[in-house]
Structure formats: C-alpha cells, structure tokens
C-alpha cells in the first residue's frame, strides 16, 4: 500500500513539475520599417513601398542606405540587395545606426528597367511590414 501511494505522489509531483515547466514560445511581433537616403541622384524619404526613380543612375557608383527602424532586437545585422529581373542577390552588412552600402553594379545592369529589391533579415519571431521594398529605376 505504502509503494501505491508512494507511486501516486510520485506521478502527481511530475504532473505538476511538467505542466509548470512548459515554455511559452515569444508572440509574433509585426514591425514596421522603410528606407531613406540617396539612390541613383533621387531622394527616399520614408520609403515604405514600391517607387519609381526618375532621372539616371550611376551604375559606377555605390549607394549608401538608412534602414528607417533598424534596431538589432529585431533585425538582423545584413540586408539582401536584389536585382528582380536577374535574380542577382547580394547581401550588404548593416552597421549599429541602420546604415548600409552596395556597389550600384551588383544591383543595377547596364541599360533599361531595374527593379532593385531590398529585403533586410529579421529575427525569428518578427513579420516585416513591408517584407521587402523595390525601387524602380531606368538607366539610359
């Protein structure tokens, strides 16, 4: 009888350590950020969504950026820079304030319509809003 009982506290002490034990995985968190600086002679301010860019662009140049909301609790330190149409991707290291450079010839081709897609990293429980933003621009 004592073994019985014995085994019942036993399990109702495991019952209860488990139940206490259990992990609750962080909420989901939806962050809102944008894009500001100069790319190709215009001017983003606060950009949030898809833009077209009027005038050339220096292909020869490199374009530094402001990710407007960076804050490493929920990004990564690293942005991809795409060329939609090519489907060239490279990733630019984003510094403490939000900043970060890429050569405009890994993102840009020579002549014509380029759809340049900027996608920074977050961590594992952030949803983007906007996931990504592409800048539209025409080099003649």
């Known amino acids: 009888m004592k073994k ?12 209860a350590c488990s139940s ?14 944008s894009l500001s600086g100069t790319f190709g002679g215009s001017v983003l ?3 949030r969504s898809d833009m077209n860019l009027t005038g050339n662009v ?3 140049a490199s374009t530094t950026l402001h990710l407007n909301g960076y804050d490493t609790t929920y ?26 450079t890429f050569r405009n010839a890994d993102a840009i081709v020579l002549q014509g319509r380029n759809d340049v ?5 977050a961590k594992g429980n952030v949803n983007l809003s906007p996931w990504s933003v592409t800048v539209r621009a025409m080099v003649y």
Request: hydrophobic residues 45%; glycine residues 4%.
């Open 58 to 60: 220096n292909r020869s």
């Open 45 to 47: 301010d606060s950009l």
């Open 20 to 33: 206490d034990s259990k992990v609750s995985e962080p909420e989901p968190l939806t962050i809102q950020w």
């Open 75 to 100: 990004f990564e330190n690293k942005i991809v820079v795409e060329h939609v149409m090519n489907g060239i991707k490279r990733e630019a290291e984003i510094d403490e304030a939000g900043n970060f």
């Open 117 to 121: 897609r900027f996608t920074p990293r």
């Open 4 to 15: 019985i009982v014995f085994l019942a506290l036993s399990v109702l002490a495991l019952v």
